[in-house]
Structure formats: structure tokens, C-alpha cells
């Protein structure tokens, strides 16, 4: 596949393509993506996602339209969400946990005018979900990797595109180029929207903070739908000109196999993902692992110094689909990369404000709502109705999150507005209790939430998993919380032990889930679960 373009964005610096030119120009050769099914060249990617862009060019694409993706781990991820900004139009990855409900949801919210999907991933057929809602929005279904009836091949558009080479379009740097639906923990999902140039100013970001170079090769596990995925592997990968090693199938010894073989120095996901690798039998096969970002679930302190302990510079990180990384140096002090969320990146700002007024805005190590702001914040949500809620009036992004700043400019998170249980009328923050709870040899995970109680307002549930055969108590948990220090009033009076725990695709607990499935209180048994 061959196909010699002109340069295609004069070298804006605010434009991904850009990055990309330069990548080739530079060596056209160099390794850009290494997948499940093989290995590709920078040269190879751009030759296949202009004929890709050109393809939806000729199929009636334009600046502007939502294109939705269902895709795994795949090159096909990566060349779609270079096709899509390529052209201006505007990138809407979708989970592939996601159902008929989330699908449709998104598909109808984003006004998708194309969706690609895989014919079957893991034995889940995606395009028979999608067939029907594409035809109910009026949107085209496009099918990677196999056929389903009365639909285009993700090969047939490349093809198009390679045969004719239409003109491409000048893409805009504050247009919107991204629809990524949050992971829908609490209520509805929230579609947010970025620009190329948010999306760049983040990435730019992120590579000063982790001190990153061409030659810094990233693993990525995290789903390329997601906030992680698609930012560090998509558009930092291809700003750095670095090779990207890309697992579609999340499993610990093909990672550390993946790792190994490919000498992948740094990378990025949330807890299990970190837990997983640290726990490896064979820590001497990940001496190339040099940074690992943490975020998107509780991140135990004790985790991170483990991690630290194997020689992985192990780093909480602190960001959401509206700010994706707001803090988290590889410079910053190794204790305090355990104990808080990391210093405030150089080009953002956060504040901390009263939680029942927030002109108040609060000193050092008092807790409150965490707001921020930075040139990589996103443009709003795709339901505009959202905005005035998520903003402030001068500006500032509320994250709905609860934290502290100290004088050095670390940030702590406390938990969420929503991840507070009222008991007694007193505030308990969940994170707090997990932090310790995980501690314990005999615990692998752990949330903690609140179900409704008449007496107490919200009654305290520990979920857990254990491992092993080791199976704690409630009496157990409740003696490891003393010796810690922590206030009675703080222990939960259920403990429920299960096998795994609901999660998204981002590696986050669904707490919504625990909740629904315990808010009978009159279900759980007396004592322990």
C-alpha cells in the first residue's frame, strides 16, 4: 500500500497529522504500532489512514461528522482516529464492553454519520448489535475484521481511498475532534467533547511531566476507546514518534510478554493493571518498565511502594475525561507519589473550595471540592445542558471530586461528592476506608459504599475479594482499622466477600452496580456476607 502525500497540515503544531508528517519524514521505516497481528511502520500507518480518510471522503464524509468506533485494541483503532481528525471530523470511540443500551445511547447523542465495528470480538458479534441502531439514526456501518450482510469492509474504504486520493480537507485545531462518553459510573454517560488542540496541549503535557522521548516505547492495555487509551497511545504516541505496543486481550502474562519482547519503558492504567504486574511471579522480566502512571480507581498508597520497590517509578495520577491528567510528576517525591495524587502539572491550575460555598476558596491541606483549570480542559459536553453545572462562573472546571492542595502543590483525593456516605449525619469518605482496608495480605480489592438504613441514614458495606484461600472477617477488618487509627465510626458494619468486582473498562469499580445490588439491607445477612 503506497500512497506519496504532500505535507497535509503545513506543520501546525495544533494538528495531529503534523506530528505524524514529521514522524514519517523522519523515518519512514520506524516501528509505530505493534499489535496482536503484527507490526507497523510509521510510513504504513499514514499511507493507510489517508486512504482510509479518503475513502469516508468519498462516501460523503465531511468536517464536522460524528464517526463511531467499537473497536478493540487493533491498528485499526488507531488508523481510524487518525483518518477522522485527518478529515476534521470528529472521533466517538465506544467501549467494547458497551451493550445495546450504552450503544444506542451514544450512536443517537453523537449523531453518528459512520460506525465501524468488528464483524465478532470475542465471541460477541458487535455488528449485528450495531446493524440495527445504524439503520434506525440513518448512520453507515462499516465492518472490521469480517462481513455481516448489507454492509462495507473496513478494507473496501481503504481500497476507495487508495484508488481515487480525493483532496482532503484543512482540519480546524479548535474544532471538536473527539466525543468521548464518560464511563457512566453515576447515572447517564456524559458525552466530552475535545478539540485537536486540547487534545495536543494534554499530550505535551503529559510528556514533560514523565520526561519522555522518542525512544521511550509505551505499553498500553487500557482500551484505546478510553480516556487512557486514546491519549497516551493515539496521540502521545504519535506526537513522541514513538512505537506503540498495543494488547488487545488484558492478560498479566501476555503483557509481561509483550513488555519484555518489545522493551516497553513506560506505561499507563489503573489499578488492577498495576496490581497485576507487580504481583508477577518474575519481576526480573519487567526491568524495562520504568514508569507506570496510575489512575482511574483508588490507588493504594501501599501499591505504589510496592511498585517502587521492583524498581517501576509507580506515580499516582489524578485527570477525568474532561481534564485527563491534571497531576502526577516522575520528578516528584517518591513518598509523596504514594500518599497524594502528585504535584499540579506546570500548565494547569487547581483550587480548592468550601463545599457549601464555593467562592470560598479554601487554604492549604483543607479539605474540598478540587476545580481546575489548564489549556487542555475539554470544550463541554455534547448535551450543552450539562455545561453551566460543570463550569464555574469564572471558568474553573468543578470535578465533582474532594481533595486537598498543599504549599508544595500536591493534590489529594479524598473521594467523590457522590462517593460519601452520610452516616448519622456525619461525612465518611469511601476512599479513605478502602485505602486501609487493601492493606490487609488477605484482601486483593475492596469498595466500600452506602445503602440506605433507617436508622443510620446510610448503613457501611465493604465489598471485597480475596486472595487465595485466605477469606477475611468483618472482626478482622474491623481490628486492622483500629491499629490504623481510624475513627469507629468509620468501620462498615457489613462485609460481603465475592469472587470480582463490577468493573468498566477503565479499570474503575461500578459502585452503582455494588449499590444496586445491596440497597435491600433486609437481603444481606447478619454480620458478615
Given at each position: 500500500?503506497?500512497?506519496?502525500?504532500?505535507?497535509?497540515?503545513?506543520?501546525?503544531?495544533?494538528?495531529?497529522?503534523?506530528?505524524?508528517?514529521?514522524?514519517?519524514?523522519?523515518?519512514?521505516?520506524?516501528?509505530?504500532?505493534?499489535?496482536?497481528?503484527?507490526?507497523?511502520?510509521?510510513?504504513?500507518?499514514?499511507?493507510?489512514?489517508?486512504?482510509?480518510?479518503?475513502?469516508?471522503?468519498?462516501?460523503?464524509?465531511?468536517?464536522?461528522?460524528?464517526?463511531?468506533?467499537?473497536?478493540?485494541?487493533?491498528?485499526?483503532?488507531?488508523?481510524?482516529?487518525?483518518?477522522?481528525?485527518?478529515?476534521?471530523?470528529?472521533?466517538?470511540?465506544?467501549?467494547?464492553?458497551?451493550?445495546?443500551?450504552?450503544?444506542?445511547?451514544?450512536?443517537?447523542?453523537?449523531?453518528?454519520?459512520?460506525?465501524?465495528?468488528?464483524?465478532?470480538?470475542?465471541?460477541?458479534?458487535?455488528?449485528?448489535?450495531?446493524?440495527?441502531?445504524?439503520?434506525?439514526?440513518?448512520?453507515?456501518?462499516?465492518?472490521?475484521?469480517?462481513?455481516?450482510?448489507?454492509?462495507?469492509?473496513?478494507?473496501?474504504?481503504?481500497?476507495?481511498?487508495?484508488?481515487?486520493?480525493?483532496?482532503?480537507?484543512?482540519?480546524?485545531?479548535?474544532?471538536?475532534?473527539?466525543?468521548?462518553?464518560?464511563?457512566?459510573?453515576?447515572?447517564?454517560?456524559?458525552?466530552?467533547?475535545?478539540?485537536?488542540?486540547?487534545?495536543?496541549?494534554?499530550?505535551?503535557?503529559?510528556?514533560?511531566?514523565?520526561?519522555?522521548?522518542?525512544?521511550?516505547?509505551?505499553?498500553?492495555?487500557?482500551?484505546l476507546s478510553h480516556i487512557t487509551g486514546f491519549m497516551y497511545a493515539t496521540i502521545a504516541g504519535t506526537v513522541l514518534g514513538a512505537k506503540v505496543c498495543l494488547l488487545d486481550i488484558w492478560?498479566?502474562?501476555?503483557?509481561?510478554?509483550?513488555?519484555?519482547?518489545?522493551?516497553c519503558a513506560w506505561t499507563v492504567g489503573a489499578t488492577p493493571f498495576l496490581q497485576a504486574l507487580v504481583d508477577y511471579p518474575q519481576p526480573e522480566r519487567l526491568k524495562s518498565l520504568r514508569?507506570?502512571?496510575?489512575?482511574?480507581?483508588?490507588?493504594?498508597?501501599?501499591?505504589?511502594?510496592?511498585?517502587?520497590?521492583?524498581?517501576?517509578?509507580?506515580?499516582?495520577?489524578?485527570?477525568?475525561?474532561?481534564?485527563?491528567?491534571?497531576?502526577?510528576?516522575?520528578?516528584?517525591?517518591?513518598?509523596?507519589?504514594?500518599?497524594?495524587?502528585?504535584?499540579?502539572?506546570?500548565?494547569?491550575?487547581?483550587?480548592?473550595?468550601?463545599?457549601?460555598?464555593?467562592?470560598?476558596?479554601?487554604?492549604?491541606?483543607?479539605?474540598?471540592?478540587?476545580?481546575?483549570?489548564?489549556?487542555?480542559?475539554?470544550?463541554?459536553?455534547?448535551?450543552?445542558?450539562?455545561?453551566?453545572?460543570?463550569?464555574?462562573?469564572?471558568?474553573?472546571?468543578?470535578?465533582?471530586?474532594?481533595?486537598?492542595?498543599?504549599?508544595?502543590?500536591?493534590?489529594?483525593?479524598?473521594?467523590?461528592?457522590?462517593?460519601?456516605?452520610?452516616?448519622?449525619?456525619?461525612?465518611?469518605?469511601?476512599?479513605?476506608?478502602?485505602?486501609?482496608?487493601?492493606?490487609?495480605?488477605?484482601?486483593?480489592?475492596?469498595?466500600?459504599?452506602?445503602?440506605?438504613?433507617?436508622?443510620?441514614?446510610?448503613?457501611?458495606?465493604?465489598?471485597?475479594?480475596?486472595?487465595?484461600?485466605?477469606?477475611?472477617?468483618?472482626?478482622?477488618?474491623?481490628?486492622?482499622?483500629?491499629?490504623?487509627?481510624?475513627?469507629?465510626?468509620?468501620?462498615?458494619?457489613?462485609?460481603?466477600?465475592?469472587?470480582?468486582?463490577?468493573?468498566?473498562?477503565?479499570?474503575?469499580?461500578?459502585?452503582?452496580?455494588?449499590?444496586?445490588?445491596?440497597?435491600?439491607?433486609?437481603?444481606?445477612?447478619?454480620?458478615?456476607?
Amino acid at each position: 500500500m503506497t500512497w506519496t502525500a504532500r505535507k497535509s497540515v503545513s506543520g501546525d503544531p495544533d494538528l495531529l497529522w503534523s506530528y505524524l508528517d514529521s514522524a514519517v519524514d523522519r523515518d519512514p521505516d520506524r516501528i509505530a504500532l505493534v499489535t496482536s497481528r503484527g507490526r507497523l511502520s510509521f510510513g504504513d500507518m499514514r499511507n493507510e489512514a489517508l486512504a482510509l480518510a479518503g475513502g469516508l471522503t468519498i462516501l460523503g464524509a465531511r468536517a464536522g461528522d460524528t464517526i463511531t468506533y467499537q473497536t478493540p485494541n487493533w491498528a485499526e483503532t488507531a488508523i481510524l482516529a487518525l483518518a477522522v481528525m485527518r478529515i476534521g471530523a470528529i472521533c466517538n470511540p465506544v467501549v467494547p464492553i458497551y451493550r445495546e443500551r450504552e450503544v444506542r445511547f451514544i450512536m443517537t447523542q453523537a449523531k453518528s454519520r459512520f460506525v465501524f465495528a468488528p464483524e465478532t470480538y470475542r465471541g460477541f458479534s458487535h455488528a449485528a448489535l450495531i446493524a440495527p441502531i445504524a439503520r434506525e439514526i440513518g448512520a453507515e456501518l462499516i465492518v472490521c475484521q469480517g462481513d455481516y450482510p448489507g454492509t462495507r469492509r473496513y478494507s473496501d474504504v481503504v481500497a476507495m481511498g487508495l484508488e481515487e486520493h480525493p483532496a482532503l480537507p484543512h482540519p480546524e485545531p479548535d474544532a471538536d475532534a473527539l466525543y468521548l462518553y464518560t464511563s457512566g459510573t453515576e447515572g447517564q454517560p456524559k458525552g466530552v467533547r475535545h478539540s485537536q488542540r486540547t487534545l495536543l496541549n494534554e499530550s505535551r503535557s503529559v510528556i514533560e511531566a514523565t520526561e519522555l522521548g522518542g525512544d521511550d516505547i509505551l505499553f498500553m492495555g487500557s482500551p484505546l476507546s478510553h480516556i487512557t487509551g486514546f491519549m497516551y497511545a493515539t496521540i502521545a504516541g504519535t506526537v513522541l514518534g514513538a512505537k506503540v505496543c498495543l494488547l488487545d486481550i488484558w492478560d498479566v502474562s501476555s503483557a509481561v510478554d509483550l513488555i519484555e519482547s518489545e522493551e516497553c519503558a513506560w506505561t499507563v492504567g489503573a489499578t488492577p493493571f498495576l496490581q497485576a504486574l507487580v504481583d508477577y511471579p518474575q519481576p526480573e522480566r519487567l526491568k524495562s518498565l520504568r514508569v507506570f502512571r496510575c489512575g482511574g480507581a483508588g490507588v493504594p498508597p501501599s501499591l505504589i511502594r510496592k511498585a517502587q520497590s521492583r524498581g517501576i517509578r509507580a506515580l499516582r495520577t489524578y485527570g477525568c475525561s474532561e481534564h485527563p491528567t491534571i497531576s502526577g510528576n516522575v520528578s516528584d517525591d517518591p513518598a509523596k507519589a504514594s500518599s497524594t495524587d502528585g504535584r499540579v502539572h506546570r500548565r494547569n491550575r487547581v483550587r480548592i473550595v468550601d463545599l457549601d460555598d464555593e467562592s470560598r476558596i479554601l487554604p492549604a491541606d483543607i479539605s474540598g471540592e478540587i476545580q481546575t483549570q489548564g489549556p487542555e480542559v475539554f470544550l463541554g459536553y455534547v448535551d450543552a445542558t450539562l455545561d453551566e453545572k460543570a463550569f464555574t462562573p469564572d471558568g474553573w472546571l468543578r470535578t465533582g471530586d474532594l481533595g486537598t492542595l498543599d504549599a508544595q502543590g500536591y493534590v489529594t483525593v479524598t473521594g467523590r461528592r457522590k462517593d460519601i456516605i452520610i452516616r448519622k449525619g456525619e461525612n465518611i469518605s469511601a476512599k479513605e476506608v478502602e485505602d486501609l482496608i487493601v492493606e490487609m495480605p488477605e484482601i486483593a480489592q475492596c469498595a466500600v459504599i452506602g445503602v440506605p438504613d433507617e436508622q443510620r441514614g446510610e448503613l457501611m458495606v465493604a465489598v471485597c475479594t480475596h486472595r487465595s484461600s485466605a477469606r477475611p472477617t468483618l472482626a478482622d477488618i474491623a481490628a486492622h482499622l483500629a491499629e490504623a487509627g481510624l475513627a469507629r465510626q468509620k468501620f462498615p458494619e457489613r462485609l460481603e466477600v465475592v469472587e470480582s468486582l463490577p468493573m468498566n473498562a477503565a479499570g474503575k469499580i461500578l459502585k452503582v452496580e455494588l449499590r444496586r445490588r445491596y440497597a435491600d439491607i433486609q437481603n444481606l445477612e447478619k454480620g458478615e456476607g
